[in-house]
């Protein structure tokens, strides 16, 4: 399976290199739809935790939810952090760092994302590999501070009468949100 996924990743690398198109972007709205999401996105959770805490009586899904919530938080505010820096750095455009529209499906950041969000439960390979393998085919530039941003767009957990069907939604959203936690905290240390 290994073999398999650093196949398709070097395929997509390969794929983005070779068939890259620039676009004109404003900067500025980019960060602001990205902020807004994240800004909504911990809105959501900060009023969901309210809510549980108001609770008499906790259900074991909002219970595991409440449990894990502060990593949560955490995934939320470094994507925001990552967002800022990205930011910061002194581009007028967007062009400037290469938001690149592949094959004309979208942006090879959300390609990335996407292929992340595959492959993170993955034991065959971690995502810190995975992302240096990308890397060595296309390299992202300043791009990477946008990409760690958006591997923390993270989705509203949506409760229903299912109890396990809300578990088992909980326990996949933080399973993601360790795995890149801890993509991010290796990234970090080099």
Known sequence: MKNKIETKIR????????????IDLEKHDLYDSNFEYLD??????????????????????????LINISKIYKLINKSINYLNKWFELDIKNYREVSLIYS????????DLVSLFKTYYKNDDINLKELFDLYNLGYQMGNDYYLFFCLLGKIDKIKFTKDIQF?????INL??????VSLFLEEYEKN
């Open 40 to 65: 909504n996105i911990m809105k959501y959770y900060l009023d969901l935790h309210d809510g549980i805490d108001e609770m008499e009586v906790i259900r074991e899904d909002y219970y595991l939810l």
């Open 103 to 110: 094959y004309g499906r979208g942006n090879y950041l959300l």
């Open 11 to 22: 395929n997509i690398s390969l794929l983005h290199t070779k068939t890259t198109k620039f």
């Open 166 to 170: 809300n578990k088992n939604n909980i």
């Open 174 to 179: 933080i399973d993601y949100v360790e795995h």
